[in-house]
């Protein structure tokens, strides 16, 4: 599987964004997808996950600012990212995940003005 992150960009503060993560390969639909991020000077972490059956986590200190989807039809997630604040400026990143399987998107940088 290869993950090609987009939709990245300048936003100022309390505005949105919407990132997407286009998927080549097959078997998309059977693997968990998330969206980490990492900060300038930060651990990366995780934003969000989603399993094959739909069902999603987020980190807790952006529930009901973010929305993580998938389209498995197009092969594609999304995060969608709301109110969004300086602290969220940093590189994203897509996964997925299946067993052992583990791949990486390049990610995509956010950059939130204030």
């Known amino acids: 599987v290869q993950l090609q992150a987009s939709g990245g960009g300048l936003v100022q503060a309390g505005g949105s964004l919407r990132l997407s993560c286009a998927a080549s390969?097959?078997?998309?639909?059977?693997?968990?997808m998330a969206w980490y991020r990492r900060a300038p000077g930060k651990q990366r972490e995780l934003v969000a996950r989603?399993?094959?059956?739909?069902?999603?986590n987020y980190a807790d200190s952006l529930k009901g600012r973010f929305t993580i989807s998938r389209d498995n039809r197009k092969k594609t997630l999304y995060l969608q990212m709301n109110s969004l604040k300086p602290e969220d400026t940093a590189v994203y990143y897509c996964?997925?995940?299946?067993?052992?399987?583990?791949?990486w998107g390049q990610g995509t940088q956010v950059t939130v003005s204030s």
């Open positions: 390969g097959s078997g998309f639909s059977s693997y968990v």
């Open positions: 989603i399993t094959p059956g739909g069902s999603t």
């Open positions: 996964n997925s995940a299946r067993g052992i399987l583990d791949y």
